[in-house]
């Protein structure tokens, strides 16, 4: 099984950037699709960003497309996500997730999954 540590969250004002990093254990990192999710509180896990096996598809949602970009290292076993133009709304703690299937993330339906623990992003007006 894969584990999964997120970092590099923090405050930063409106406008601003971030790159949060998806850290994973195992020689099979390689094999998962991964994914990004974000819930504020009181709120629903929403999906944010997913990038296939070998980094040659992604998706996004629509309210991040255009300032948010996902990649990953598989030699370093790590998936970064790229935050830009920061809005209030995007605050939110950010998780990552590993799954075989990349569709599946992209739908919220993981099932061969791993989370991490998530890393908090604030962004203030």
């Known amino acids: 099984q894969v584990q999964l540590v997120e970092s590099g969250g923090g405050l930063v004002q409106a406008g601003g950037s971030l790159r949060l990093s998806c850290a994973a254990s195992?020689?099979?990192?390689?094999?998962?699709?991964i994914g990004w999710f974000r819930q504020a509180p009181g709120k629903e896990r929403d999906f944010v960003a997913a990038?296939?096996?070998?980094?040659?598809?992604?998706s996004y949602a629509d309210s991040v497309k255009g300032r948010f970009a996902i990649s990953r290292d598989n030699a370093k076993n790590t998936v970064y996500l790229h935050m830009n133009s920061l809005k209030p709304e995007d605050t939110a703690l950010y998780y990552c997730?590993?799954?075989?299937?990349?569709?599946?993330?992209?739908?919220?339906?993981?099932?061969?999954?791993?989370w991490g623990q998530g890393t908090q992003v604030t962004v203030s007006s």
């Open positions: 997730a590993a799954d075989l299937v990349l569709g599946r993330i992209v739908a919220g339906t993981l099932t061969n999954d791993f």
């Open positions: 990038i296939s096996r070998l980094g040659v598809t992604s």
């Open positions: 195992g020689r099979t990192f390689s094999s998962y699709a």
